[in-house]
């Protein structure tokens, strides 16, 4: 499974992830982005959103040397998501479209129709937050083989006060898993297209959530950054350790190799309750 590299004025999209809700009574699939393999279970969406990812352990990463984290923020900026639907399904089968979302083709013949939601989106992927709001939308079930978006760089313009976001893509935080008080911060830049896709597809059931993974367990692949810390080759502002382009000797480029893993950190999961 990979990762190919082929701006929010309003509300919160709901639930880790960018959720397109499942209605109720089983009828009907869900998409989520998430940091989670299980996503955030989609009976825990709207309202409840909050008490689940409580509930949920924080994933755990590691530097290729062995310095530990557990992810404490993941947030993404998206335009352009285009979801495939499955063979045989039409537009008429997708409901809760709603501004910024449109179904395209497939009503005719035996193509099957594209989910458009042209953005910006900002999708927070511990929480499942999402801006804006599109917990409405209920997908057809099915074989789900790609989804296609843009990351870019979110505009103050575009985004609520205060949005982190602001100036970047992607920003990530973490606590140092056996270091106290310590921290790590990414804080990306993008400006590119991204595939997550199957080659078979991924079957989701009525009630179903297609997710879409990002997966923080190869974020620092090829990354030591124990040694890093240990020889000042990696810059800390205070407490706070950045990996950015300040980075020298063994981790001298760390920003684009800990991008590049990002890219290619991309799977497509189910979760059926």
């Known amino acids: 499974m990979t990762l190919r590299l082929p701006s929010l004025r309003t509300s919160?999209?709901?639930?880790?992830?960018?959720?397109?809700?499942?209605?109720g009574g089983g009828s009907g699939a869900s998409l989520q982005f998430s940091v989670y393999e299980q996503g955030v279970h989609s009976h825990a969406l709207n309202p409840y959103v909050q008490a689940a990812a409580e509930a949920t352990v924080p994933p755990t990463f590691?530097?290729?040397?062995?310095?530990k984290f557990t992810l404490t923020q993941a947030r993404i900026h998206l335009r352009d998501i285009r979801l495939d639907l499955p063979q045989g399904t039409k537009c008429a089968d997708v409901r809760g479209l709603?501004?910024?979302?449109?179904?395209?083709?497939?009503?005719?013949?035996?193509?099957?129709?594209?989910?458009?939601?042209?953005?910006?989106?900002?999708?927070?992927?511990?929480?499942?937050?999402?801006t804006p709001d599109l917990s409405g939308l209920v997908l057809p079930a099915g074989a789900y083989k790609r989804i296609d978006f843009r990351l870019e760089e979110a505009h103050a313009d575009e985004l609520p006060a205060g949005e982190p976001l602001i100036g970047y893509s992607m920003?990530?935080?973490?606590?140092?898993?056996?270091?106290?008080?310590?921290?790590?911060?990414?804080a990306l830049k993008f400006s590119e297209d991204a595939r997550f896709e199957s080659?078979?597809?991924?079957?989701?059931?009525?009630?179903?959530?297609?997710?879409?993974?990002?997966?923080?367990?190869k974020w620092l692949a090829e990354l030591p950054l124990s040694s890093c810390i240990q020889k000042g080759d990696v810059a800390f502002e205070g407490d706070t350790l950045l990996i950015d382009?300040?980075?020298?000797?063994?981790?001298?480029?760390?920003?684009?190799?800990?991008k590049r893993n990002i890219k290619t950190s991309g799977d497509l999961r189910k979760h059926v309750d």
């Open 12 to 23: 919160l999209l709901s639930a880790t992830t960018l959720a397109l809700s499942a209605c």
């Open 62 to 67: 590691q530097s290729s040397d062995g310095t």
């Open 98 to 130: 709603m501004t910024g979302a449109e179904c395209k083709g497939g009503d005719t013949g035996s193509g099957s129709g594209t989910l458009v939601v042209s953005g910006p989106i900002v999708a927070d992927l511990m929480t499942g937050a999402t």
């Open 171 to 186: 920003k990530v935080s973490a606590d140092f898993s056996e270091q106290a008080g310590k921290k790590l911060e990414l």
């Open 199 to 217: 080659a078979t597809g991924v079957e989701v059931p009525e009630g179903g959530t297609l997710i879409a993974m990002l997966q923080p367990s």
């Open 245 to 258: 382009e300040r980075a020298k000797g063994e981790c001298s480029g760390a920003e684009d190799l800990v």
